[in-house]
């Protein structure tokens, strides 16, 4: 290192290098004035449309402000310096930090019995069957044997039916066999219940193991109800009852809902807001139906267009920041999902949504039938007789698992970087790959991008965020508050 | 304003000694310069007298000094045969620093020490190796600063290690430009260190033309960003430090987004208003801007980093320039020493909470108003 001598002061023009290299890059228009220009760190300029042609041309930037933001957001590069690619390698590093933590969610379906019969449900069965439809022990043992092997130093178990809790005492099984044989993992666990199925006993040891609840809510009891019944009464009544027992005795932040999205709920945007603002949640996630067969049994109910599910989207949403604007903490998971993603260095851990694709990368599933498949999607294929996903028996071992032709097909397409469509898109940073629905969807894993519903919903969510994100400065603090929330 | 150094007369003396100050029991207006290192057989050595006026003895005796008041038990300070007296640690402030040098590989438009040619490494050296030693084991917090620390090179990891053995449990808050750390193996020297350690770091801008203007220095912007990436390599605690001055306050919210997309790593980002002295004076038409010329574009930065989670810390900045909101974050800076209040604050309401202004500064902001 060098010291400096006394010198005279040097104009700024001395430290500019008006010349500049390109660096990866891609680009879309944002709306009819704008291009979208993201690089490969994942940062973002919003110019407008012909920028993308001078740069390419290296024609010299005159807009003192666009030239500093195309340096800052990695897009160029001054002449002479390639010290800054360094800092990009980091930024793509942490990106794919996930990657090192191979396979961290473990879902174990332990039954498929169910004491509802929900007309969306891909799996479930009403039937007393515990020998063919409840998860073996040997198996079972197996599966938690192969869980523990995961590289993964934090993973997270999560029960899964049917109805998990109709199932209790395998339950209770898996959790003190897991924690009696784990050495070394940080693990937390999840039960998925239909949250009409509770009782001291099981509150018990929800707190014992400090095992969090995630139950289903799909709005106002009419809606509720008419997507999940039960076999008498009311599931919604049900379903709410259970929340504020699990809440007295958990803690109100220990219990979680989801909805799905069916063509009659796709009429009610608000009124569903409203049934989980009045429940006391603080957030929803916006989730359209699985298009996967069982779904799709009764069409009239199931079945709509995604442009549907967007417009019944983005009216939520809008109606969602409204409630924010006014003061009120209220979070779209989804959106915080790709705002994440959108606005840090970090990726989020939400498996649908990642690249490489979080089947099999980030979930495994051991199935009551005592075979591993790579995510729920994969396992409920089964039940029409698709096995394409299914990796090999809970018996068969890690290598052979991971190494089976099956998990090789999720592989090969699982790199959104590597699709085509994808690979010069330029929200893929943001976006995932799903090589089990465009298989469920399109009959082929790899995917024809022009006409996926899958593409077409993300790329339309993606870029919709995006313009909210720069439309003012109260809604980017409100995301802000969503991604930073616990 | 507190004078830490001063000129007075001296007998008795040749060269130089460092020692800590202790009351004496003869002498009413005078203290005793202690130091074992002359004498590692008597951990008492008395080495000179400082004292208020002249003392009829064989020992070096120094006196007449105009900062002689301030001078307490458990100070270290300098003196030397030009009869100088330098003091080097105050025991009862939380202010302390190891000065390196004057030298440096940057020459900041703003530079409040403008660094000088003159190779005065030995010098500084001498005093902190004597130093070290000699400080109190409950100080809660050192500063290093310069010119660029580093500059010293291998020495400068002797100047650590010293803190780390003999001061264990004190926080070393050092001032560098971090280029050094473009070299990755200087870095990694910072592991063994990591446990008591902060690097503050300036980062004046989002991209290489303005920050490189600022320090004047071709190249600076990537050699620090790559420095402070290899740091994170090792976690160490980083607290960047962004001056709020006129070339580079248009970009203060891009400059926030930047970090928080490219240092997440940092444990707290320091925004700070200018010291106006130094080189500053002679760049006052381009740096000088008023608080409220920046208040919104700042409080958007401070917002977007806290809601992000980066630790925001105001510096050097009266509370009444800034808005309210912003009150919260602002940090009582300024060196016990530098700090200074004006008249008109007597009648404020908030003074006992507000640091002041520099003492240092040959402008000052027109906005002071009490609250
Ligand atoms: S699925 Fe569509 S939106 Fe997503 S990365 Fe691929 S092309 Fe882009
Ligand atoms: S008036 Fe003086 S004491 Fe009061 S906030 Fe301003 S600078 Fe601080």
């Known amino acids: ?486 | 304003m507190i004078n830490l150094s001063s000129r007075g007369k001296v007998e008795n003396l040749e060269g130089q000694l460092v020692g800590k100050l202790r009351p004496s029991k003869g002498i009413k207006y005078g203290f005793e310069l202690v130091n074992s290192l002359y004498d590692p057989t008597n951990e008492d050595r008395v080495v000179a007298l400082v004292s208020q006026e002249r003392l009829n003895s064989q020992l070096p005796n120094i006196f007449n000094l105009s900062n002689y008041k301030i001078l307490a038990e458990g100070d270290v300070v300098y003196i030397n045969d030009q009869g100088v007296l330098d003091i080097l640690y105050r025991r009862q402030s939380k202010h302390n620093t190891l000065f390196i040098t004057d030298q440096c590989n940057s020459y900041c438009l703003m530079c409040s020490q403008p660094p000088k040619n003159k190779d005065d490494f030995d010098f500084h050296y001498f005093r902190n190796k004597c130093l070290i030693p000699l400080m109190d084991e409950e100080t809660e917090v050192i500063g290093i600063t310069g010119g660029e620390p580093f500059l010293l090179g291998d020495r400068m990891i002797e100047i650590l290690e010293d803190l780390k053995s003999q001061l264990p449990q004190t926080t070393i808050h050092l001032l560098t430009n971090g280029k050094v750390f473009a070299w990755n193996d200087w870095a990694e020297k910072m592991e063994q260190f990591k446990e008591n350690l902060i690097l503050a770091v300036p980062l004046y801008s989002d991209n290489f033309v303005d920050h490189d203007y600022i320090v004047q220095s071709n190249g600076a912007f990537r050699q620090t960003m790559l420095g402070l990436h290899n740091l994170a390599k090792y976690q160490i605690h980083i607290e960047l430090r962004v001056v709020l001055q006129r070339p580079t306050i248009k970009r203060i919210e891009e400059l926030s987004l930047f970090i928080t997309k490219n240092l997440p790593f940092v444990e707290s980002v320091a925004f700070m208003g200018l010291e106006f002295t130094g080189l500053a004076i002679a760049n006052k038409d381009k740096l000088w801007i008023e608080p409220s010329e920046y208040a919104s574009a700042l409080k958007k930065s401070v917002f977007l980093l806290d809601r992000f989670g980066i630790r925001v810390n105001i510096f050097n900045m009266p509370l009444c320039v800034l808005e309210p909101e912003l009150r919260d974050f602002a940090t009582k800076s300024i060196s016990d020493w530098k700090r200074s209040y004006l008249d008109k604050c007597e009648h404020c309401s908030a003074k006992s909470d507000c640091g002041g202004v520099f003492g240092t500064s040959r402008q000052l902001t027109n906005e002071i108003s009490p609250l």
């Open chain 1, 1 to 486: 290192m060098e010291v400096v001598k006394r010198q005279k002061f040097k104009p700024k023009e001395h430290y500019n290098s008006p010349g500049y290299k390109l660096l990866p890059f891609k680009y879309l228009h944002i709306d009819s004035t704008n291009e979208l220009i993201v690089g490969a760190s994942g940062d973002y300029v919003i110019a407008p449309i012909g920028s993308v042609e001078a740069i390419v041309k290296r024609r010299p930037i005159s807009n003192e402000k666009l030239m500093r933001d195309l340096h800052a957001k990695h897009i160029i590069i001054d002449e002479y310096e390639s010290g800054g690619l360094d800092v990009i390698a980091n930024r793509i590093r942490t990106k794919k930090d996930h990657l090192l933590q191979l396979s961290s969610l473990h879902i174990f379906v332990l039954t498929l019995r169910c004491n509802h019969t929900c007309h969306y449900c891909q799996v479930s069965r009403v039937t007393q069957d515990k020998q063919s439809f409840d998860l073996k022990k040997t198996d079972l043992d197996h599966a938690i044997e192969l869980m523990l092997k995961s590289p993964s130093k934090f993973i997270t178990m999560e029960f899964q039916g049917g109805e998990p809790l109709l199932a209790f005492d395998l339950l209770k099984y898996a959790v003190e066999t897991t924690l009696s044989l784990n050495t070394d993992k940080r693990i937390n666990f999840v039960i998925c219940t239909n949250g009409t199925i509770y009782n001291e006993e099981i509150i018990k040891f929800c707190l014992k193991y400090d095992i969090l609840i995630s139950t289903s809510l799909d709005g106002p009891e009419f809606l509720h109800d008419s997507n999940r019944k039960l076999r008498k009464g009311s599931s919604y009544h049900d379903v709410i009852a259970g929340i504020q027992y699990f809440r007295n005795a958990l803690g109100k932040d220990r219990i979680s809902a989801l909805m799905t999205a069916s063509s009659l709920s796709l009429k009610y945007p608000q009124e569903i807001i409203n049934a989980y603002l009045e429940n006391g949640f603080h957030n929803i996630f916006l989730r359209p139906i699985s298009p996967y067969g069982f779904a799709l049994k009764s069409p009239k109910k199931n079945y709509y267009e995604t442009q549907q599910f967007l417009e019944f989207y983005e009216k939520a949403f809008e109606y969602i920041l409204q409630i924010n604007l006014k003061g009120t903490f209220f979070r779209e998971d989804f959106a915080s999902v790709i705002l994440k993603k959108i606005l840090t260095p970090f990726q989020s851990n939400y498996v649908d949504l990642q690249s490489p694709a979080g089947a099999i990368n980030s979930v495994l599933v051991y199935n009551y039938d005592g075979y591993v498949y790579a995510s729920d999607e994969s396992r409920m294929l089964a039940e029409q007789n698709d096995y394409s996903f299914r990796l090999g028996h809970v018996s068969d071992g890690y290598k052979k698992l991971l190494t089976s032709d099956e998990a090789l097909s999720v592989f090969k397409n699982s790199l959104n970087e590597a699709l085509n469509g994808c690979s010069d898109c330029a929200v893929s940073d943001f976006c995932g790959a799903d090589p089990v629905f465009h298989h469920a969807i399109q009959g082929d894993a790899y995917g024809h991008r022009p006409t996926s519903g899958f593409c077409e919903k993300n790329m339309s969510i993606i870029k919709y965020l995006i313009r909210k994100l720069e439309e003012s400065t109260s809604v980017r603090n409100i995301f802000y508050e969503w991604i930073s929330a616990k």
